[in-house]
């Protein structure tokens, strides 16, 4: 069949002209329905699967329904970007650079996906059991669509997150885990001069949590903790009644979240001694992308692909997570940020190398091909969950 480059170009022009933030269901559905004819086109049994109202739906196509997956493709409709974006700034090309909301994070990726299987030998396609996700909400930490992508990871043998590559071309092997929690602290007002005794400041317990939770602080085992915003109180002279933070915890090794979570008792605990109430809200969450059994041999492959073609292939550890760090919390060999190169994601400048499109194609397609020579698929997964 051959790559058209310039229908590629057309059809991502559509979709990065559609505004599809997070939180706008409309605009990711029409996405994913633009998408999931494409797939339909390839022969692909498609389903649109509702998550809630207040997303949109989770896109999923397979040509092997109920059967194990060979490979998982995985990929997202939402953008960052709010409404009118796509109006104020549409898809252009400049020299060689695409331009748009969400071209390169990531619709130039979703796109990619959808060309590279319609691009596929047709022997070899037919020979494996392809299942494709394009979910509404990676943006906004997928907490409507995770458990669509568990399920079908639980299914599959390997997983490729289309997810951009970075500006230098390198891949992501490793991401760090997240737990995100926006945290209301509600004490006693009083008179900061006539009766301080009586008040019960919630500025103060609000700094006792960041000073304890800064313990956990391990850079070098890759742990983090950030107060990233901080609000309360009213005037100098009340004892402040209300506080609130967002803490972002960061960690790479799964066992290090357990004393996150111990730390955040003994802060209840004290936060309860000082009288003052407490709310927690979970704003964030993943578990940290791990090098399970399996993702070395895929990575070589990449690599040996890589040298074949001339291409350069390197991955690295990122601080950043994605949807990646679900299909290797159930042991599915993954490798992320395979998709376009380009940079300034989530910026009003971002951009997607055009060269990058026939480029990544190509060594997709050549990876895909070398993991069936090898048979990479034929191999036996114990942990394959089939419903």
């Known amino acids: 069949m051959g790559f058209d480059r310039n229908q590629y170009l057309r059809e991502l022009e559509t979709i990065v002209n559609i505004d599809s933030g997070s939180r706008n269901p409309a605009g990711t559905r029409e996405v994913a329905a633009f998408l999931e004819e494409k797939y339909r086109q390839q022969g692909f049994v498609t389903e649109l699967v509702s998550v809630g109202p207040e997303v949109g739906p989770v896109l999923v196509a397979t040509n092997a329904p109920d059967e194990p997956i060979d490979l998982l493709f995985i990929g997202h409709t ?23 909301p969400g071209v390169y994070d990531m619709k130039g990726c979703s796109l990619l996906t959808a060309y590279l299987l319609e691009n596929l030998p047709t022997e070899l396609k037919q020979s494996l059991n392809i299942c494709v996700i394009h979910n509404p909400d990676e943006e906004i930490s997928s907490f409507y669509s995770r458990e669509v992508i568990i399920e079908k990871a639980k299914m599959a043998k390997f997983a490729f997150v289309m997810e951009p590559s970075s500006a230098d071309g390198s891949m992501i092997k490793e991401r760090k885990g997240i737990e995100k929690l926006k945290i209301h602290f509600k004490g006693r007002p009083s008179h900061a001069g006539d009766a301080p005794q009586e008040g019960r400041s919630a500025i103060n317990e609000l700094a006792h949590w960041i000073v304890r939770m800064n313990t956990l602080i391990d850079y070098a085992a890759g742990v983090s903790v ?6 309360g109180g009213s005037v100098p002279n009340v004892v402040p009644e209300h506080a609130q933070m967002e803490l972002d915890y960061r960690y790479s090794n799964p066992t290090d979240v357990t004393a996150f979570f111990d730390m955040l008792e003994e802060l209840q605990d004290h936060a309860a001694a000082m009288e003052i109430g407490i709310d927690i809200e979970v704003i964030g969450k993943r578990p940290p992308m791990i090098d399970v059994p399996g993702a070395k041999a895929l990575r070589s492959v990449f690599e040996n692909v890589g040298k074949q073609m001339d291409t350069v292939v390197s991955f690295k550890k990122s601080g950043g997570v994605s949807d990646a760090n679900f299909t290797t919390s159930v042991g599915v060999p993954t490798v992320c940020s395979i998709g376009l190169i380009g940079g300034a994601f989530h910026t009003d400048h971002e951009y997607v190398e055009l060269d990058s499109i026939q480029q990544r194609l190509d060594l997709l397609t050549a990876v895909i091909t070398e993991m069936s020579r090898r048979k990479m698929f034929c191999e036996s997964a114990d942990r394959l969950s089939i419903s």
């Open 78 to 100: 939402d953008t960052v970007f709010l409404d009118g974006e796509a109006s104020r700034r549409p898809f252009t090309i400049e020299g060689e650079r695409l331009y748009g």
């Open 226 to 231: 950030n107060a990233g915003t901080i609000q």
